[in-house]
């Protein structure tokens, strides 16, 4: 792999798309070319990238000659579909959605945690987590380290951008037929999300939970090298415009103390502390909309269970859930040392 890789955009138009060019530009990623692939609705239209109009390009199966790095931004269709012709090429694909997750021979990576199975990709793919388990595990990866963790009890607070621009432009529709007086409209969410919250993320599986939720149990096992791990969820989309948060309690095998578990998210990358409830100091969405850090909070003993640590966690879903993480995965593949 080059130390300077031609890189493309899969799904360059969309949000996650965006942002990614925004991650390489701010963290000055050593890129030698950048390539833009959308969809032919897409191709033609123009972004500026480092004082430089690029030009959106059709996406084909043939889109990926002379490209070290493809990351895809597109759903998971466009991913089975397209990201074999990359990986054909010796293109090595970074993908954004949930088709290769579960692949055994896929390595599923959060750099701060398991950066090392960045480096055997057999298949030439590399996947990127879901949102929800990026940002919970940035929180309860250091404590794993120091407590060795056997299970997690979470609920997750999601923002409207984790469906999609759709989902950001039904809150401002229905918050503005609120202020004018006028009928309030659905067609993303099965219900009104303005002053609402709905506790359906993705679809209903016939164990009573999303798929969504299910995602924290399969991945979390994957990225922690956990086959065992005991994961519960419920997924909760709320009337916010960006920034996920979890309430985690987490179940670990060795007696935890706040002093080590604060110490632990201190000193670990990607994470801030903010935790100091008496003067209101508590990571909200808003503190973490646009950033790169996943915030840590209300870390204190639950009173239910032994040897458990309850805690607040959020972070930026498009950002560090999404386009940042993968911009980090080709961060370890261009400079593996």
């Keep these: 792999m080059s130390t300077h890789p031609h890189i493309a955009i899969v799904g360059a138009t969309g949000a996650v798309g965006r942002e ?3 991650c390489l530009e701010e963290r000055n990623f050593p890129l030698s070319k950048l390539t833009l692939l959308a969809s032919a609705r897409s191709a033609g239209k123009t972004i500026n990238f480092r004082e430089e109009q690029l030009t959106v390009q059709e996406l084909t199966s043939k889109s990926f000659d ?3 790095i493809a990351l895809f931004s597109a759903g998971g269709s466009i991913a089975e579909k397209f990201a074999p012709h990359a990986a054909n090429a010796n293109c090595l694909v970074i993908d954004n959605s949930s088709a290769f997750r579960l692949d055994p021979d896929v390595p599923l990576v959060v750099p701060e945690i398991n950066r090392e199975a960045a480096k055997h990709h057999p298949r030439n793919i590399i996947a990127n987590p879901n949102c929800s388990t990026i940002i919970t595990l940035m929180g309860l990866a250091p404590l794993h380290q120091a407590f060795t963790i056997t299970g997690i009890i979470a609920s997750t607070y999601q923002a409207v951008s984790g469906s999609g621009a759709q989902g950001i432009a039904e809150l401002e529709q229905q918050t503005n037929a609120l202020l ?3 009928p309030i409209e659905t067609s993303v969410y ?3 999300i303005l002053h609402n919250v709905i506790p359906h993320v993705d679809t209903f599986q016939e164990s009573g939970y999303t798929k969504e939720e299910q995602k924290m149990l399969h991945e ?6 956990l086959p065992d791990l005991k994961v519960t969820c419920t997924c909760v989309r709320v009337p916010v415009m960006r920034s996920h948060s979890i309430s985690a309690t987490a179940i670990f095998k060795n007696t935890p103390d706040l002093q080590t578990a604060r110490k632990a998210i201190t000193q670990s990358p990607g994470v801030e502390l903010v935790d100091d409830p008496t003067s209101a100091l508590y990571p909200t969405p808003l503190d973490t909309t646009g950033k790169d850090n996943c915030l840590v909070g209300r870390i204190r003993h639950d ?4 040897n458990s640590l309850t805690l607040w966690i959020v972070g930026d879903q498009v950002r560090k859930g999404a386009a940042l993480n993968a911009v980090q995965i080709a961060e370890c593949l261009a400079n593996p040392s």
């Design 220 to 225: 979390g096992r994957k990225i922690l090298s």
């Design 190 to 192: 099965p219900h009104q």
């Design 303 to 306: 009173q239910v269970l032994e």
């Design 180 to 182: 004018n007086h006028s």
């Design 66 to 68: 002379g490209i070290d």
């Design 20 to 22: 990614m060019l925004l």
